[in-house]
């Protein structure tokens, strides 16, 4: 903020610059470092600049430096052009940094262990549903392919942790992983739809050949989050690097 008001110093209508003999200015400090104990404060001279900001006007340093005759009270400057001056204050807190959190160290220990073991349940579903018993089911055939999603999510979300979103390849791990994101709940819509044909009965689902409902079923919930995920980058090469 402006700590005085502002003084304007001219010599007629001429605009004076490049003096060889510096102009001083005194400004009286309006808080003393006693009123401001819990805060540092920095004053600093400046000059309105008519021209900058595109026309608007703005307040700029060139042409002053602090004077060495500065007080506790006074705030000295020298300038070497005459025009519209101000002292501006800046203020910051003195307040002692938040003390340490304790056991945030063991936070990476218990994302790992997470991670880790929601890897571990994910692939012993698939590799159970993936059984000689069971696999030709098509129920089993829906969650293996749930829990690829699933797998494939967890994947790309380990991979954008080591992206900075700036280059082609962290592009593309972003948009995969919108799509496998968006594939787990239609997978599981994919499970309800069967399920729900099972236990209503319904004629037009449980006439179809399995195969061929599967069929409909990953076009449905593979190709759906693939679209929804490749038309914002197709659209604009920056949707998925902000």
């Not at 005194?26 to 808080?31: D, E, H, K, M, T």
Request: with cysteine; charged share 10%; proline share 5%.
């Amino acid at each position: 903020p402006v700590e005085q008001s502002v003084v304007s110093v001219s010599v007629g209508a001429e605009e004076v610059d490049n003096l060889l003999d510096p102009v001083e200015l005194g400004f009286p400090i309006q808080y003393s470092k006693t009123n401001l104990s819990d805060y540092t404060h920095h004053h600093y001279c400046v000059f309105w600049n008519f021209s900058s900001n595109g026309g608007l006007g703005g307040w700029e340093t060139d042409g002053i430096v602090d004077a060495d005759t500065a007080s506790a009270n006074t705030h000295m400057c020298s300038t070497s052009h005459l025009t519209h001056f101000a002292m501006l204050k800046n203020i910051k807190s003195r307040s002692s940094p938040p003390p340490p959190t304790p056991y945030l160290h063991l936070l990476p220990i218990v994302w790992i262990f997470a991670y880790s073991l929601a890897i571990f349940g994910v692939l012993a579903t698939f590799v159970t549903m993936m059984l000689p018993t069971l696999r030709k089911q098509l129920i089993c055939k829906i969650i293996a392919s749930l829990c690829v999603a699933i797998l494939g999510f967890l994947a790309m979300l380990l991979a954008s942790e080591y992206c900075s979103f700036t280059g082609t390849g962290c592009v593309v791990v972003a948009v995969f992983k919108h799509a496998f994101f968006l594939a787990v709940p239609f997978w599981m819509l994919m499970e309800g739809v069967h399920l729900t044909a099972l236990v209503v009965n319904v004629s037009l689902l449980t006439t179809i050949n399995a195969n061929k409902r599967l069929a409909i079923m990953s076009v449905a919930a593979w190709g759906v989050p693939v679209v929804i995920a490749a038309v914002p980058a197709a659209l604009s090469s920056t949707s998925y690097s902000k």
